[in-house]
C-alpha cells in the first residue's frame, strides 16, 4: 500500500497577505587592499585580497598581525580612503573613513569613486591606547563670577580648574566636588589670561592692568607682588617647557604695549624684553626645539608679522611675513605634551624635578620624532600658513625653512582660534564664519591637507579644545552652545546647550568639559 502524503500546510497569512519569498544571501565581492601607513605613506604589509563586507574591527585585527613589530601589544587603528581629485566636491570632505566596512563606506559611497575592480589605498593611522569618553550631560553650573568670563584653563592633570573674569578675579574650583576652592584678588582690571605651570606648582595671570601674577594654587595666596612692566594689557602667557627646565620654569608675557617679556618666577625679574613688532603682539609660544634644542619663543602680532627668538637671550632668528591683516592665533603641534609635561593618561605623578623632565622629554622626543614642530598661524585675512622652521629637534641656522610649507585657505571670515590635536595628525581652525575646519598635518604627502568643515554653529566660533586621544574636537561659540564633533562622521557628537549667551573660553582633560561665557557661570561636562 502506498504511504500517503500528509496534506499540505495551509500557508500563513499574516493580515492577510502571504509570507514574503526569504531573500538570496548577497554575496559579497572581493577587493583588493593595499595597506599604508599614514604617516609616510609607506606599505603596511602586500595587497591583500578580501572579502569587502569585512567589518572595521576585523580590519584592524589584520593589520594588527600584518605589522612586522615584534611588540606584542594590540594597536587601535583608524582607516580612511581619499577621495582622488576629480571626485571631492567644494567644501566637501576629501576623504571616506571606514567606520563599518569597506563594502559599506566605500563601495557604496555617493560618490562612486570606487569599484570593486580598483586596489584600495587603505591609510591606517594609529590611534591612542586610552579612549575618551564623549561628555554629554552638565554635571555642575557653578557661578561666583559677578561678570563675564573670559578664560578658563585646567590644571596638567585636570584636577584643578582655573578661570578669569572682567570682575578683575581668577577663582579655583575643586573638580573633585565641583565647588570653589580659592578667589585670587590683585588685578585692578579684567583677567585675560591664565596659565598654568606644567607641574601644577604655580598659576599665572595677566590682566587689562598690563599686570602679570603668580599664585600658588594650593593656598590660593599670591606669590610675591605683581610682575609690573607692560604699559598696556597683556594678551597672553606662555611658560618654558619643563624638558628644558624643570625646576624653576621661565614665563613669558606678550602685550598689546608690541613687546613679549620673559621673567625668572624664581626671583619675579624681568630677565629680557623682545621689541620688534610694532603693533599689539596677541600670541606668545613657548617651543621645546628651536636651535640646538634650546627652546624658542613664537610671537603674533597686529603688524602682520610672525617673529621667532631663540629662548636663551632672546636673539630673533625669523620673521615671517606672509600674512596680509593682524595674526591672531598660533598653535605648535607640541602644544599638548608642551602643556602636560610629564603627566600622561596613567596618572602617575613624578617623584622628583629630574623624573619629571625625563618623563617630559621622552614625551616630547616621540611626538617630533614623527613630524619636526610645526607651528600653524591664523589671521584676520582668513587664511592660515603651515611653517615648520627647525627641520629638527638640534636645527642648525637655516635648516629648517622661513617659507611656509603651505598655505590654508577656505574660511570665509577671520580666523579666531586655531588647534593641533595632542597626536599632531590634525589641525582644526575656527572662524567668524561659524565653521570650523580640520587640516591632515601627518606627515603624509602633503602637510595641511584640507579634510572637511564641520558645520553646525550658527554663530561666529571662538575657541576649540581636543580630547586627550585626540578622537574629539569640542568647539564654543557666538551662538550660546558648546559642540563636541565625531571625527568618524565630521558631523555633531554631542550638542551642549545651557548657557544663556555667548561662550568666551573651552577646555578639555580627561572626560571633563569646561565653558565659560557672558552669561557669568562656569559649566562643567561630564560623560
Known amino acids: 500500500m502506498a504511504t500517503l502524503l500528509p496534506p499540505p500546510k495551509r500557508p500563513k497569512l499574516y493580515h492577510g497577505v502571504a509570507e514574503p519569498e526569504p531573500e538570496p544571501l548577497k554575496v559579497s565581492p572581493n577587493v583588493v587592499v593595499q595597506f599604508v601607513n599614514e604617516h609616510d605613506g609607506t606599505p603596511i604589509a602586500p595587497a591583500v585580497n578580501l572579502p569587502a563586507n569585512v567589518a572595521r574591527e576585523g580590519l584592524e585585527v589584520l593589520v594588527n ?65 586610552f579612549k575618551v569618553r564623549p561628555a554629554t550631560r552638565c554635571s555642575a553650573t557653578l557661578s561666583g563670577h559677578s561678570s563675564p568670563i573670559l578664560c578658563a584653563s585646567f590644571s596638567p592633570t585636570g584636577n584643578l580648574l582655573a578661570t578669569g573674569s572682567g570682575d578683575t578675579h581668577v577663582r579655583l574650583w575643586d573638580l573633585y566636588t565641583e565647588t570653589p576652592s580659592h578667589t585670587l584678588t590683585g588685578h585692578t582690571g579684567w583677567v585675560l589670561c591664565v596659565e598654568w605651570d606644567p607641574l601644577e606648582r604655580k598659576l599665572a595671570s595677566g590682566g587689562h592692568d598690563g599686570h602679570v601674577r603668580l599664585w600658588d594654587p594650593k593656598t ?88 621667532v627668538w631663540d629662548a636663551r637671550g632672546g636673539k630673533q632668528l625669523h620673521i615671517l611675513k606672509d600674512h596680509a591683516h593682524w595674526v591672531t592665533t598660533l598653535a605648535l603641534n607640541t602644544d599638548f605634551v608642551l602643556r602636560t609635561g610629564p603627566f600622561d593618561h596613567t596618572g602617575k605623578r613624578p617623584s622628583s624635578d629630574e623624573e619629571a623632565q625625563a618623563l617630559a622629554l621622552k614625551r616630547y622626543t616621540a611626538l617630533v620624532s614623527r613630524t619636526p614642530e610645526l607651528l600653524i598661524s591664523g589671521s584676520d585675512d582668513h587664511t ?144
Open 65 to 129: 598581525q600584518l605589522r612586522t613589530k615584534d611588540d606584542d601589544e594590540h594597536v587601535p587603528f583608524a582607516f580612511h580612503v581619499a577621495l582622488p581629485e576629480e571626485a571631492t566636491k567644494p567644501d566637501a570632505p576629501t576623504r571616506i573613513v571606514i567606520s563599518k566596512s569597506i563594502e559599506v563606506d566605500v563601495l557604496a559611497h555617493a560618490s562612486h569613486a570606487f569599484s570593486e575592480e580598483d586596489v584600495l589605498v587603505v591609510r591606517c593611522a594609529p590611534q591612542s591606547v
Open 220 to 307: 590660593g595666596k599670591p606669590l610675591g607682588d605683581a610682575m609690573k612692566g607692560h604699559s598696556k594689557w597683556v594678551t597672553s602667557l606662555a611658560w618654558e617647557p619643563i624638558h628644558l627646565n624643570p625646576s624653576t620654569p621661565r614665563l613669558a608675557s606678550s602685550s598689546k604695549d608690541g613687546t613679549v617679556r620673559v621673567w625668572s618666577t624664581a626671583t619675579r625679574k624681568l630677565e629680557y624684553a623682545l621689541g620688534g613688532h610694532t603693533a599689539s603682539v596677541n600670541v606668545v609660544k613657548w617651543g621645546g626645539g628651536g636651535l640646538n634644542g634650546h627652546g624658542v619663543l613664537y610671537t603674533a602680532s597686529s603688524d602682520r608679522t610672525v617673529r
Open 384 to 527: 592660515l600658513f603651515l611653517w615648520s622652521l627647525f627641520a629638527s629637534s638640534n636645527a642648525e641656522p637655516g635648516g629648517g625653512k622661513t617659507k611656509p610649507l603651505t598655505r590654508l585657505t577656505g574660511h570665509q571670515r577671520q580666523v579666531s582660534h586655531v588647534a593641533f590635536s595632542p597626536d599632531g595628525r590634525w589641525a582644526a581652525s575656527a572662524g567668524w564664519d561659524s565653521a570650523v575646519r580640520l587640516w591632515d598635518c601627518s606627515g603624509a604627502g602633503q602637510l595641511g591637507k584640507f579634510v572637511a568643515t564641520l558645520r553646525g554653529h550658527v554663530g561666529a566660533v571662538y575657541r576649540l579644545a581636543w580630547s586627550a586621544d585626540s578622537r574629539m574636537l569640542v568647539s564654543a561659540s557666538k551662538d550660546a552652545t558648546v559642540k563636541i564633533w565625531d571625527l568618524k562622521t565630521y558631523k555633531i557628537k554631542s550638542d551642549l546647550p545651557g548657557h544663556t549667551d555667548e561662550v568666551y573660553c573651552v577646555d578639555f582633560v580627561a572626560d571633563k568639559v569646561v565653558s565659560g561665557g557672558r552669561d557669568r557661570t562656569v559649566k562643567i561636562w561630564k560623560n
